[in-house]
């Protein structure tokens, strides 16, 4: 037939399969790149950092001379923090989260909803910091305390942890709803004691995972006034506070060589806290997953 | 016959308790669902609040400065007496624009190789070791990030680059912001590119095509719509990224940009007032209402156009 000119694609053969094998070079090596950076800032904080990592670095509290300086305030600021965010941001997804999947009618509102969560989760977190700072700090006259802080990192997280409650509870299939249906249960009988313990791992890994966010977010909580030199444990959840984050950067943005080393110190701190809970994450996930 | 009694009176009692569950729980089904649906109202709330305290604040901020000086002035120099101040924040979008610029051109295709090799080259199983490490990339803080720029990033470029770089610089903080996006916008365009079906590249294959030109021509192509969504996504984030542009970005805010040279970006200038004694009611404090106000509708243009993108030009298989 003649349709198809051999000699032509002979001739370009060669030149197709080295551009193939070019290409893949060059996607490895883009590869290799994004891994070896991680490598190399994982190496960079360990050797910098190990030498001042002790345990009275974390049990002292900051102060002007590196080798007394300490995290203690900030690791136990970032706790406080968490103490109120984690409670309030899982009560508000999952809460919202059951109502889009279970209770909301397919109607205009419903729809606001949705696109207003997916939109908030693109909000960068240093405007969620000037929405604290005039709501809780000014308006609701919290001050720059924990509660004014952890209202806000609430308020951060819980587009993500609505996402991942909705896609949790949306696993649930609904063959077994109907079963609860059949015998006899109402709709919040359903969701509380079939839907919400079946949708829970998922949803807990979805929390564990945002609220790990939160402790490794800084902007907010600098813009809300937490202070960056604390001398002092919170005590009340009007207490002012820092967190780690807030430590790190306030040792990073001095220009002696000391305090970066304990900069470095206290992101290994950080790490195996964030390392810990996505792990703890992980092993929800792969425990008590139900496949159905 | 004693026994017959009790059951009666325990089948009678179930009923009483029955009767007294069934009206708890009617309760129940119906305070309930009002419940949850303040919870999402409250949602909805945040928005609103958000939109309320820029707007206000950015009125006040306009009641004193010009509205006409803000959008044309290009100098930024808050920290001076009253009459002598200058709030262009021409110069703070363009320090923010100049790092954006940095990182996308370090991200897009970095990103896109990755994601073209996980989905068109790779192995499910270097995939599934791929994967994991891009996310421990994508979860690391970016206060993290920042002390990486400052303290190994721009040395490094110090060394490189002849003429050195000073300490505060767009470059460093520019690369690393696009380092932090590499595995966005991986794994986003991955998953852009997995929604292709097989056939296609099967079809392709058998018409003789190399797989590099399967990945270009035809997975690409099909794809394109969740590959571009993921491009604009990443600069979104590049826009309002503020600890790794604060520390190592420096806070020289100014129009005539140089990338070794120290600028000041939106969000950096938010941090810097935030960290000094600046006193509430202040125009300095109103000020950082207006540049959040700028960068707010900025990422919010960028998101609505990436929500845009990936709906109208998704290809349907």
Known sequence: MGLINKESVKKKMGSRIAANGFAKFLFILATCFSLLVLGVLIYRILTEGLPYLSLDFITNFASRMPERAGIWAALLGTIWIMAVTAPVSFILGVGTAIYLEEYAKKNAFTKFVQINISNLAGVPSIVFGLLGLTIFVRLAGLGSSVLAGGLTMSLLILPVIVVASQEAIRTVPREIREASFGMGATKWQTIRRIVFPAALPGILTGTILALSRAVGETAPLLVLGALAYVAFVPENLFSQFTVLPIQLYNWTSRPQEEFHMLAASGIIILMIILLIMNSIAVFIRNKFHKRF | ?317
Do not use: H
């Open chain 2, 1 to 317: 016959m004693s026994r017959d009694k009790t059951n009666q009176k325990s089948i009678r009692s179930m009923i009483q308790e029955n009767k007294s569950s069934r009206s708890q729980s009617a309760v129940m089904e119906k305070v309930v669902p009002k419940i949850f649906l303040i919870c999402a109202i409250i949602s909805i709330f945040t928005t609103l609040g958000i939109v309320f305290t820029l707007l206000t604040e950015t009125f006040t901020f306009f009641s004193r400065i010009s509205i006409v000086e803000f959008f044309t002035n290009t100098r930024w120099f808050p920290f001076t007496s009253d009459e002598n101040a200058d709030y262009g924040i021409i110069a703070l979008v363009l320090g923010t624009l100049t790092v954006t610029a940095i990182a996308m051109v370090v991200a897009i295709p970095v990103g896109l190789a990755v994601a073209i090799y996980l989905s068109e080259y790779a192995s499910a199983k270097t995939r599934k070791m791929i994967k994991p490490i891009l996310e421990v990339l994508a979860g690391i803080p970016t206060i993290v990030y920042g002390f990486f720029a400052l303290t190994f990033v721009t040395p490094l470029l110090d060394k490189i680059i002849p003429g050195g770089i000073s300490i505060f610089n767009a470059l460093s903080p520019g690369i690393v912001v696009g380092i932090m996006i590499i595995p966005m916008i991986a794994s986003l365009s991955e998953d852009a590119m997995n929604a292709v079906p097989n056939a296609m590249r099967e079809g392709a294959m058998a018409l003789g095509a190399t797989r590099f030109e399967v990945a270009i021509k035809v997975v690409l192509p099909a794809a394109l719509s969740g590959v571009i969504a993921s491009f604009v996504l990443g600069i979104s984030r590049a826009i309002g990224e503020t600890m790794i542009v604060t520390i190592a970005g420096g806070s020289r805010p100014t129009a005539d940009i140089n990338v070794t040279e120290s600028i000041q970006t939106m969000t950096a200038y938010i941090v810097q007032v935030s960290q000094g004694d600046t006193g509430y009611g202040t125009t300095i404090y109103y000020s950082i209402y207006a540049v959040g106000m700028t960068l707010f509708v900025f990422t919010l243009i960028m998101n609505l156009l990436a929500q845009f993108i990936s709906r109208k030009f998704r290809e349907e298989y």
